[in-house]
């Protein structure tokens, strides 16, 4: 199911990530697409507060991979920048399918190079407005129990 949602600030796009870290569970991965600057760490500093991560969340485009541990007993962020990233070699040596199984996975830059990882990734599209510089739409396909949680 696909459906778009817009919002006006970087407070919102927060609280867009964290309705979202609500619904998700343990083994579900996020795929983020959207230029640089379109808010996709913003969006994943959402998805964490809901998750109760320990620590700040930042762009792991210079790690690639940063893992999140929770403060309580709930699922660890996994958080992924593929930029620099292009062939599925290169991410099978990050070994995200034993994180899995023990973590919600958000990757960054990740169509096409991850999605054999779960059988139905959530993905989002960020759109910036050309017009208003804080604007931005997420364009999102998921299953029903996603898109009825979001909208």
Sequence with gaps: M??????SNSHETKELGKKLGKLLKVGDCVLLDGELGAGKTTFTQGIASALKIKGEVTSPTFVIAREHKSLNDGPNLVHVDAYRLS????????DLASDIDKSILVVEWGKGLVNDLVAQPIQI???HDITDENKREFIIIANEH??????
């Design 125 to 127: 599209k960020i759109n």
């Design 146 to 151: 996603i898109t009825k949680g979001l909208s």
């Design 87 to 94: 062939t599925l070699a290169e991410i099978s040596h990050l």
């Design 2 to 7: 696909t459906f778009s949602i817009i919002t």
